[in-house]
């Protein structure tokens, strides 16, 4: 009995902590680019109506997050945003956020590229891969379950694991990047 | 006046339904001419202090070491099935090219799950399993040192193999293979928690390792029965001696590699990162530097098996006493020494090679002296064809064919071409199935009626053994030319050009004809329990002090202690044998002796049932596995481990020394408890 | 009692009989069948060092089959020789055995481990004799060939000093008959274990050491190997092949290998480039005299003249290509290339251009 209640407690634990956390997604279907909401340039709306910010369910997958490490590895974010630092772009691993932090304001910035010199990669990258993407992006300012982030890779490291670093509370929107800087 | 009457009654119920106990008393103690009416109140006595009572909660205290040997050996069992099942799967799935059986995934999960359960799961535990059970009963005496720790052992194991499956089951189970190469086990190329359960199970059971061989060495040591010195330890016993040793210089290194992967995984730390000034080649050596000793802790336990059983069976004393006790030593030595021939192809500097590959030949060695001195055993021998020598002589047959495809792999150049295929895969199966499997199915129908006090089928035994044989050979003997035609292990398929596919069906029905070989073992074993032949205390006729007390042994295991007087400590004895006398009956009591004599050196009050191990094992596990998920979790997780730790080692009220429950409250309860059996 | 006892006894020797013959005739087969097996055997060797090792093994195979056989004889006369005696559990064991027999078996089992420790060390010499003609290959002046393995696929680069000579390919490596090359093997991010079962043994490669492998191969032909250290989802897909070829046919290839990609000759292939260029191939993919220039995955500058796609598990036709570039997914579940879903008649414009990359 006392066997079964240890099951059952060890199950349940498991159960909740687990969720999507392990699933090797080789063939699922990425969540929807039609739920993407890009920023807005003005305040008003008709209606008043708030828009529902869709979750991006690939923020509990861990093999998810980690694919999407390699992806900005390979698809050369580090160029300019460095590990989550920035350079020519703007840090990634801060609380601010100039064209906003929500995941699907993340995709849209990837997809639809940004003024200053943020690319378009609309075509380019498979949508699966850019939701991918907006999660490890997230990861990186400690924004998603740390049991799911990403740990440290076989590199130099240059700063904490994404599992290990505090959550930045995402803070207002606007500014510029770096790159749209004048000139000193 | 009353009170007394009462207990001399209450006794008498007690012993009428224990009439083996009783007779076995009157057996070994015929020396001592004591009243009947005595004797069966000192085993009432006996049988009040070191029975368990009934009930969960005591089920849960006990510290018998037959209890918890036999819970240990089940545990294992059904961990051996779980595991042959996925091997079953995994065969199914290879049983034609490009089949779609399984995905990747799922086939990567099942082959790491397989190893891992054999290994840690079943091998390790079961041979300590067998020594916790024989071990005390072999030596001659009441219970195994450090009773408390072996039920530590057995539950923390246990914690460990359930959570291990509870997450295969959710989809969390490892899948990097039982080896868990960085950097593929890795925190870049492993996400998620899947390595994070792997390397927890590890702890897990190599603190169940590490405690019973503790217990082990200590009851072997200063447990023994007064006469049996150093010279006439049973092979057995001998086998598990060097085991426990091998397992305690063996298992920190495998600790402190699956510490350093949780710790590159969970706090990012670089013991394993190149980049960093890491190295991936450390865990292989570290991993590895356990792994292969691992191999011979399975199997010299198996050589115990093999002696007792070649012994009792060819009615004659081992040839080369010895001979056979040195050699299974240098096993042991020597089986530190040939980690490296797992690596031979990660590019080793030529003299490194060269060393290791001639200290994998030497160990061929002393395995040589055995099979030479067992056959020579043989040869002047009696041979009686039981089930037991049946699964010996399969042994044979198997293990050296295992053996001899080892020796080719001790060469580097041979190695480098075998290295990670199937005919590697064919090697290890002859070996461990061959050299620890067969001879554990052996013990099984050796020892069973011990255990049971009922005798397992004859007729089910031999189809049994034929079945498993045919099946073995026929799964196993085709992967030695798989390998040879360049089929790698640990793949989830195969393209159909490759020409595989006949070689691996035949090896799937020959997997099919092993499981309905271990399905008539389970049949046999289900059936016997209830129904088999009665065994009487010493069914074989065999020498050892186990089969001098009742079948199956009473919780005190003997009457009185028997004396030993020679190697064969049964076939020697005389009718006026000796015995040990004036130990305390209402204490847990055991005599300790030299370490080499064995001469009388004091008498020790073993520790009483205590629930506290439980929690210590079950606090242990919450925090391990909490652990993987938030550190936090070491930091709560220590504080019911500290105070179940408190808990265990509490010390006794001065006053409350072997004062048990009063005898009358005891009878009463075990009145109860008899009724509730009747019913 | 004696009576089954002996029944079951004679069963159990017909048993060893039967398993002896089992086993002699498996063996037997694994004998003729081995030799004239595969592209990728061990004991087909095409090159001196599969054949020196083959040779080793043939040694080893020999003594230890007697070895074995003589184990077993051994055994079966000790239990044949029981037949003659009385058989019971019950009857009193032989605690004192007759000691002139003790000493002769003990003589017997000396000499038996005698010649044990001789045959070993026989063993040992022909092994270390075998591991240092393996070493004899080497040499500074070999064509070197840096092979680098990724999950899941080999990234082979043909060294030059003149840094316009190198070039990329990927699975496939061709090499001169009767030449040795040297092979430098690094890994960029698990451990893989490069082995042409053909050719010669296997060596592992591993992130952060470089290791080395000599390869040469006496006969011409086409050699499959296999990645054989366990390397995560698809290790059971990471293959290649070695194309061994004459000098003047392997320069010629050399040679066109390290031309760029040829313009594309009509209009359906130029549009084939245009999709190319504007899909996702064009992260991953390089081709050289292209805008294609990312390495993350192979180098696809010749892809047309390659014999596979995938790692060496399909052959490489317009069909495989197509469903490969689809959705790779349903074919190598977890390989690295996304599904690209395209209008069909780009797909057609992306085969047609990319079969034209000879």
């Not at chain 2, 020597?334 to 590019?347: N, P, R, S, Y």
């Not at chain 2, 034929?466 to 003997?477: H, P």
């Not at chain 3, 000499?111 to 026989?122: H, N, P």
Request: one cysteine or more.
């Amino acid at each position: 009995m006392m066997i079964a209640a240890v099951c059952g407690v060890v199950s349940a634990l498991c159960l909740v902590a687990a969720c999507k956390r392990e699933e090797r997604g080789l063939r699922v279907d990425p969540p929807s680019s039609a739920r993407v909401n890009s920023k807005t340039l003005s305040e008003l709306r008709p209606g008043n109506v708030q828009p529902i910010s869709a979750p991006n369910e690939f923020e509990q997958n861990a093999f998810a997050m980690n694919e999407g490490k390699r992806l900005y590895e390979w698809y050369n974010c580090v160029g300019c945003h460095a590990h989550g630092g920035g350079g020519i772009g703007p840090p990634l691993m801060d609380a601010k956020w100039i064209y906003g932090g929500a995941p699907e304001q993340i995709f849209a910035t990837i997809v639809e590229g940004r003024p200053n010199g943020m690319p378009s990669f609309r075509g380019k990258i498979p949508d699966y891969q850019v939701w991918q993407l907006a999660a490890y992006v997230r990861s990186m300012s400690g924004q998603v379950s740390k049991d799911a982030s990403p740990s440290r890779d076989d590199d130099m490291n240059v700063k904490k694991p994404e599992q290990s670093t505090e959550q930045q509370e995402p803070r207002g929107t606007g500014g510029v990047p770096k790159s749209a800087e004048r000139p000193q | 006046m009353k009170a007394e009457e009462n207990t001399a009654q209450n006794v008498e119920t007690t012993t009428g339904s224990h009439e083996t106990t009783a007779t076995t008393g009157a057996a070994s103690a015929q020396a001592v001419l004591a009243l009947s009416l005595m004797e069966d109140q000192e085993h009432a006595e006996l049988e009040r202090t070191w029975s368990d009572e009934p009930g969960l909660w005591n089920w849960l205290r006990s510290v018998d070491h037959k209890s918890i040997g036999k819970r240990y050996i089940v545990t294992a069992f059904i961990f051996f099935l779980l595991g042959g099942l996925l091997a079953l799967i995994m065969r199914l799935q290879l049983s034609r090219p490009e089949n779609t059986l399984l995905g990747p995934d799922q086939y990567n999960q099942i082959f790491t799950m397989h190893g891992t359960t054999m290994m840690f799961l079943f091998a390790i535990p079961v041979m300590e399993a067998m020594g916790i059970y024989l071990v005390p009963l072999m030596l001659g005496t009441r219970n195994i040192a450090f009773p408390r720790l072996a039920a530590f052992s057995y539950w923390i194991y246990l914690f460990g193999g359930i959570t291990l499956y509870v997450f295969f089951f959710l989809n969390i189970g490892p899948d990097t293979g039982w080896f868990s190469y960085v950097p593929l086990a890795g925190p870049e190329f492993s996400p998620g928690k899947r390595v994070d359960i792997w390397s927890q199970l590890i702890n897990f059971t190599e603190i169940a390792a590490l405690a019973a061989s503790i217990e082990l060495i200590a009851t072997t040591f200063k447990l023994r029965a007064p006469g049996m010195s150093v010279n006439r330890i049973p092979l057995f016993v001998w086998a598990m001696l060097v085991m426990s040793f091998m397992v305690i210089f063996a298992m920190p290194a495998v600790m402190t590699s699956s510490l350093f992967l949780t710790l590159d995984r969970l706090v990012g730390t670089h013991f394993f990162n190149q980049a960093e000034g890491g190295d991936p080649l450390l865990w292989q050596h570290l991993f590895w530097f356990f792994g292969h000793p691992e191999v011979y802790i399975i199997f010299i336990p198996a050589l115990g098996f093999v002696s007792s059983i070649i012994q009792t069976f060819s009615r004659r004393p081992n040839f080369g006493y010895l001979a056979l006790v040195l050699s299974m030593i240098a096993t042991g030595f020597i089986g530190f020494g040939l980690w490296v021939h797992h690596m031979f192809a990660t590019g080793l500097p030529q003299l490194g090679e060269s060393f290791f590959t001639a200290a994998t030949m030497m160990i061929a060695i002393p395995s040589g002296v055995q099979i030479f001195c067992w056959i020579a055993t043989l040869w002047s021998g009696r041979p009686q064809f039981k089930t037991p020598l049946l699964f010996v002589l399969g042994f044979f047959f198997i293990f050296v064919l295992g053996g001899l495809s080892g020796v080719m792999q001790a060469s580097v150049p041979v190695n480098l071409q075998v290295h990670d295929t199937f005919f590697v895969v064919a090697h290890f199966h002859y070996v461990l199935i061959g050299g620890a499997v067969f001879p554990l199915f052996g013990a099984f129908y050796y020892w069973f009626p011990k255990m049971t006090g009922r005798m397992l089928g004859e007729r089910l035994g031999r189809w049994n053994f034929a079945l498993l044989f045919v099946g073995f050979n026929l799964t196993f003997f085709p992967m030695h030319q798989l390998g040879l035609q360049g089929m790698p292990r640990r793949v989830y398929t195969y393209l159909p050009g490759t020409g595989w596919g006949k070689l691996n069906m035949l090896a799937t029905a020959g997997g099919v004809v092993m499981t309905v070989g271990v399905a008539l073992f389970i049949l046999n074993a289900l059936w016997s329990r209830r129904r088999g032949r009665v065994a009487g205390d010493n069914p074989w006729g065999a020498d050892t002090l186990e089969w001098a007390t009742s079948s199956p042994p009473p919780s005190y295991n003997f009457d009185y202690l028997p004396i030993v007087q020679g190697r064969e400590a049964l076939w020697a004895r005389t009718d006026d044998a000796p015995v040990v006398t004036g130990l305390r009956t209402n204490c847990r009591d055991v005599l300790l002796t030299k370490t080499l004599d064995a001469e009388p050196d004091n008498t020790m009050s073993l520790p009483s049932p205590s629930i506290w191990p439980v929690g210590v094992a079950f606090s242990a596990a919450v925090t391990f596995i909490g652990s993987c998920f938030t550190p936090w979790a070491l930091v709560w997780g220590a504080i019911p481990a500290f105070i179940s730790l408190v808990g265990w080692g509490w010390p006794k009220p001065k006053d409350d020394k072997c004062d048990l429950t009063p005898v009358d409250e005891w009878s009463e309860e075990k009145r109860r408890k008899e009724a509730r059996r009747a019913q | 009692m004696s009576a089954p006892a002996r029944s079951g006894m004679s069963a159990h020797a017909r048993r060893l009989v039967r398993d002896a013959l089992r086993a002699c005739a498996l063996a037997c087969y694994a004998l003729t069948t081995a030799a004239c097996t595969g592209s990728q055997s061990i004991l087909n060797p095409a090159g001196p060092n599969a054949g020196n090792v083959s040779r080793l093994w043939w040694l080893m195979f020999y003594v230890c089959a007697a070895v074995f056989l003589l184990v077993i004889a051994f055994l079966a006369a000790a239990l044949a020789r029981t037949r003659r005696r009385t058989n019971k559990l019950t009857d009193a064991p032989d605690t004192e055995p007759d000691a002139g027999r003790e000493r002769r078996m003990r003589g017997v089992v000396t000499g038996a481990v005698v010649v044990t420790v001789i045959i070993l060390f026989v063993f040992l010499v022909a092994s270390f004799t075998t591991s240092r003609s393996l070493y004899a290959l080497s040499d500074p002046n070999n064509l070197r060939i840096k092979v680098n393995g990724q999950q899941w696929w080999w990234q082979v680069e043909y060294e030059n000093d003149v840094a316009s000579q190198t070039f990329k390919t990927a699975n496939e490596i061709h090499i001169p008959v009767g030449q040795t090359v040297t092979l430098r093997l690094t890994s960029s991010d698990v451990i893989h274990s490069f082995w042409v079962p053909n050719l010669g043994g296997k060596r592992d490669l591993i992130p952060g050491h470089e290791t080395t492998l000599w390869l040469k191969a006496d006969k011409a032909g086409t050699y499959r190997g296999q990645c054989a250290e366990y390397c995560g989802l698809q290790h059971a897909h990471m293959a290649f092949v070695v194309v061994a070829e004459p000098v003047e046919q392997f320069n010629a290839w050399m040679e066109a290998q390290r031309r760029p990609a040829a313009p594309p000759a009509n209009a359906e292939q130029q549009r084939g480039q245009q999709v190319f260029l504007a899909s996702p191939c064009v992260m991953c993919h390089t081709i050289r005299g292209t805008d294609a220039g990312a390495s993350v995955a192979p180098d696809l500058t010749h892809l047309a003249s390659r014999q596979t796609i995938a790692a060496g598990m399909l052959p490489n036709t317009r069909g495989h290509l197509g469903g490969w570039v689809s959705n790779s997914q349903e074919l190598k579940p977890g390989n690295r290339m996304p599904p690209i879903p395209l209008a069909p008649e780009d797909l057609q414009a992306l085969l047609s251009y990319l079969e034209s990359l000879k």
